[in-house]
């Protein structure tokens, strides 16, 4: 065995064998590298490990799977590192566990190769968490949570050597009040085993939780929010797992926890929602009104169907044929730096995000990114509101492309995750197949945007309002409705009461009882309405006020102010990666690009 240790860069080279072949292993700076060496001794093909994707290094045969089993060899050593699975030109892939098993001449070259790599982890993974508090909500999806993170997640955890604390949910909002409430002192980050709904709980309380600690009101509209140091981590288990999709490329449960144990960092703009000098919620995917909310709201109805509820409400209200009257005010972003429609995609290593990055925090190294408090407006000016009314089929409001695998573009494909900007996208109300071809473009690769009735801007902040008339009838429909819910003994509280109560008192809302007062609302809209409209086949009088649908949760009020807060939060993520970049060189080939030590 050779070994430089006299550079920074450790260079440990010797003979090692896989199952009676000899191998050329050498570990050089970040990689570890093994070459097949033929009888004439000609090297052959070349498998490159970047050490920061080493899981384990295991003394002995050792396997995981089915169960874990160890046979202490005394010249045997265990490699355990990230796979990836290309399963098809341009298609996202899914990563796995890979193993490899060396053999070395002695005993001793077997140790030393042992301690190098794991000296070589240490160095060059720096930020791997040791410690997770892991909640998994046994309700989400179909009801797999539990049985994925026991048979998929914690062998993979307990390999790593990652202690986990987990919390299985009694109840709706249980994980973001631990968080809020909790002493959490040495967990490295929190993860959920759910969907979007389970990854929101943990958004607020991690946002919520920092803002506390820096006395900072999560109630003032203008306030710069602090920067949150713990990380979240998605371990998809949900029936909608779009912030998983849109930030990994991939829902898979195995792929999530790989990222986990490796440390990835990626920060994701947070939108926050106020209502008036009321925090309402944050989002990171979508802030919808009209036919989102809509969609939305029905399928709250018809819960019992299971995840089919989407696609029967969504075409319910394509056949509803709504469009609602407002006023959109925007603050746009700085247009030199991006714009939606520049055909660009927010990968992995986005250079867009890093240099977001540096405006956002100047004058800070990443190290000290998130220790300190920043502000990062304080080299912008705001910037001119510019204000459109009218008639729209749907207001949108994304912080990033909100892929999903039945839309793989997503509603905006140019988005960023954290580039301190989310992008608006305004659907003027058009006639019913204008409508289709704009829903209908998400699922293909025609362009979403290039119809004269949508116009989508990147923006900074966002105000919506009602026209003078529609305020006035909103704010007597909710006088009604009060009215109603005040002489009905058992009827419900008026939710605007009862959610602004609980985002005091972090209490839980629920979604099912926001959605009958919905229903409720739009039938004391549609007796009151003077004017008739003749919307399609499922209902003569719309309602001229829609809802909000925000990641998933109808909102209680309609007029709302959201400001995008750049890379407020960290997940354990990296992006979507780009297919076309090479994990394992084989030597010689042309496609090798900077990711092999070999041929760089
Ligand atoms: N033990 C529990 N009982 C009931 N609800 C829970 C529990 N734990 C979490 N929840 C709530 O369930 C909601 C949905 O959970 P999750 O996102 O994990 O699953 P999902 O199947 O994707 O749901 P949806 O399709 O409704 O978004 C979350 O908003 C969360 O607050």
């Given at each position: 065995?050779?070994s430089?240790m006299?550079?920074?860069?450790v260079?440990?080279?010797s ?8 191998y ?6 970040w990689?570890f590298?093994?070459t ?14 970047p ?15 089915p169960q874990?089993?160890?046979e202490?060899t005394?010249r ?5 590192y990230v796979?990836?699975?290309?399963r098809?030109?341009?298609?996202c892939?899914s ?16 140790d030393?190769?042992?301690?190098q ?9 720096p930020s791997?968490p040791?410690r997770?508090l ?6 989400g ?6 049985q ?6 914690a ?24 968080i809020?409430k ?15 709904g389970?990854?929101s709980e ?13 006395g ?23 029936s ?5 999709f849109?930030?990994v ?5 195995v ?10 960092s ?6 926050s929602?106020?209502?008036?000098s ?5 989002s ?7 036919f989102?909310g809509d ?5 709250e ?7 089919v509820r989407?696609?029967?409400s969504?075409?319910l209200m394509y ?7 407002g006023?959109v ?5 700085d247009p ?6 520049d ?5 992995s290593?986005c250079h867009?995000?890093?240099e977001?990055?540096e ?5 800070s ?8 408090k ?6 912008e000016s705001?910037g001119?509101w510019?204000?459109?009314?009218g008639?729209?089929?749907?207001v949108?409001?994304t ?14 494909p ?13 659907v003027?109300?058009?006639?019913p ?8 473009r998400h699922?293909t690769?025609?362009?979403q ?7 989508v801007?990147?923006v900074?902040?966002v105000?919506f309002s009602?026209p ?13 409705e009060?009215?109603?819910?005040s ?10 009461k009862?959610f ?6 972090r209490?839980?809302i ?9 229903k409720?609302r739009?039938?004391a809209?549609?007796?009151k ?13 719309p309602?001229?006020v829609?809802v909000?649908n925000?990641?998933g949760?109808?909102?209680p ?5 959201c400001?995008?807060?750049g890379q407020?939060?960290?997940?354990f ?6 297919g ?9 080939n ?10 760089n």
């Amino acid at each position: 065995m050779t070994s430089d240790m006299e550079t920074d860069a450790v260079r440990v080279e010797s003979s090692l064998w896989i199952q009676n072949k000899r191998y050329r292993a050498l570990l050089s700076g970040w990689y570890f590298s093994w070459t097949e060496v033929d009888k004439k001794n000609r090297d052959r093909k070349t498998v490159s490990v970047p050490v920061s994707e080493v899981i384990a290094v295991e003394e002995g045969q050792v396997d995981i799977q089915p169960q874990k089993r160890v046979e202490d060899t005394d010249r045997d050593f265990t490699l355990f590192y990230v796979k990836r699975n290309i399963r098809s030109r341009g298609q996202c892939t899914s990563w796995s566990l890979g193993r490899t098993q060396f053999c070395c001449p002695s005993r001793d070259l077997r140790d030393q190769w042992v301690g190098q790599l794991r000296t070589a982890l240490k160095t060059h993974s720096p930020s791997r968490p040791h410690r997770l508090l892991v909640f998994i909500n046994p309700y989400g999806g179909k009801k797999r949570g539990k049985q994925i993170y026991h048979s998929l997640v914690a062998p993979l955890f307990e390999l790593a050597g990652i202690s986990s604390h987990v919390v299985v949910t009694d109840r709706a909002h249980q994980a973001r009040d631990h968080i809020l409430k909790k002493d959490l002192t040495g967990f490295d980050g929190v993860i959920c085993v759910g969907g979007d709904g389970m990854f929101s709980e943990l958004l607020h309380g991690v946002i919520g939780r920092t803002q506390q600690e820096a006395g900072i009101s999560e109630h003032d509209p203008n306030a710069v929010l602090q920067p949150c140091d713990l990380h979240i981590g998605i371990i998809p288990a949900g029936s909608t797992d779009c912030v998983c999709f849109a930030t990994v490329g991939i829902n898979d449960p195995v792929t999530s926890t790989l990222h986990i144990i490796i440390g990835d960092s990626q920060p994701l703009d947070v939108c926050s929602v106020h209502h008036h000098s009321m925090l309402v919620r944050y989002s990171v995917s979508l802030v919808g009104y009209g036919f989102y909310g809509d969609v939305l709201a029905e399928s709250e109805r018809h819960r019992w169907m299971g995840p089919v509820r989407y696609d029967y409400s969504g075409c319910l209200m394509y056949l509803c044929n709504r469009s609602y009257p407002g006023i959109v005010e925007y603050l746009p972003a700085d247009p030199q730096r991006s714009s939606p429609r520049d055909n660009s995609r927010c990968l992995s290593g986005c250079h867009v995000c890093a240099e977001s990055t540096e405006r956002l925090f100047p004058h800070s190294d990443t190290s000290s990114l998130y220790s300190s408090k920043l502000s990062q407006y304080s080299s912008e000016s705001e910037g001119e509101w510019v204000r459109v009314e009218g008639r729209f089929r749907c207001v949108s409001l994304t912080c990033m492309s909100s892929s999903c695998p039945r839309s793989p573009k997503g509603l905006s494909p140019s988005a960023h995750l954290a580039d301190g900007t989310g992008d608006l996208i305004l659907v003027r109300d058009t006639n019913p197949l204008g409508f289709l071809t704009y829903l209908h473009r998400h699922t293909t690769t025609q362009d979403q945007f290039d119809l004269p009735f949508v116009e989508v801007h990147r923006v900074k902040a966002v105000r919506f309002s009602l026209p003078p008339g529609e305020v006035e009838e909103e704010e007597d429909d909710h006088e009604e409705e009060r009215g109603r819910q005040s002489n009905t003994e058992e009827g419900p509280e008026d939710p605007e009461k009862h959610f602004s109560h609980n985002i005091d008192n972090r209490k839980s809302i629920s979604q099912q009882h926001l959605a009958e007062w919905v229903k409720g609302r739009e039938t004391a809209n549609s007796k009151k309405r003077k004017k008739v409209f003749l919307c399609g086949p499922c209902c003569s009088k719309p309602p001229s006020v829609s809802v909000w649908n925000c990641d998933g949760e109808i909102l209680p009020q309609t007029e709302i102010s959201c400001r995008v807060h750049g890379q407020l939060v960290r997940l354990f993520a990296r992006g979507i990666e780009d297919g076309a970049v090479p994990w394992t060189c084989h030597e010689g080939n042309r496609n090798c690009k900077a990711r092999c030590s070999l041929h760089n």
